[in-house]
């Protein structure tokens, strides 16, 4: 049986969640997040936890234990806290900025990249170097924040470029010179 499907995952105040089968719902200051869970897990509430059990034994159902309860447990984190990745820029001339909702970020190229946020997605700059990606699904933030950091990947030579923080960018020695 799965570690980590084994522990419950506590609702904190001000977040409710609602059943219907393998549907789940949840809704909490951050907004509303719903998933459709696989076959082979069943998910119980009890009081203000949510237990996740497999349905049977077969190998299926206990490779999903774990996954379904992570699952669930970023979707009541997501809804009450909230989820951010930051992303850092270097390089000389290389700036993002915020205009309106979109993302307009200058990174070398010809012409500025422009990025519109989907739906529960936020973007704020900070210094015109440090960007973040906020939003309430975990999944949504990791994939745009990635989108971000594609416009311009950290190259080995001098590291310029977009990276997350705390990234640490292998470097190369470069060429050497002629004797």
């Known amino acids: 049986m799965s570690r980590i499907g084994k522990s419950p995952i506590p609702i904190p105040d001000k977040v409710s969640v609602s059943l219907n089968g393998l549907d789940v719902t949840v809704k909490g200051p951050k907004g509303e997040l719903s998933r459709t869970l696989p076959d082979g897990v069943d998910i119980a509430q009890d ?99 990635a989108k971000v950091r594609a416009i311009r990947p950290p190259e080995p030579y001098k590291g310029k470029g977009i990276k997350y923080e705390g990234e640490r960018i292998l470097r190369k020695a470069g060429k050497t010179g002629k004797k």
Not at 76 to 94: N, P
Not at 120 to 138: C, Q
């Open 47 to 145: 009081g203000n936890v949510l237990v996740v059990t497999p349905s049977s034994t077969s190998r299926r159902s206990r490779e999903r234990h774990g996954l379904c309860r992570t699952l669930v447990a970023n979707m009541v984190e997501g809804v009450s806290q909230g989820y951010t990745r930051k992303l850092e820029i270097v390089g000389v001339g290389y700036r993002a900025a915020v205009q309106g909702k979109k993302l307009v970020v200058s990174a070398g190229y010809s012409h500025q990249v422009e990025m519109v946020p989907p739906d529960g997605i936020t973007f704020a700059v900070e210094n015109n170097t440090n960007v973040f990606v906020s939003g309430a699904d975990k999944e949504l933030v990791g994939n745009e924040a």
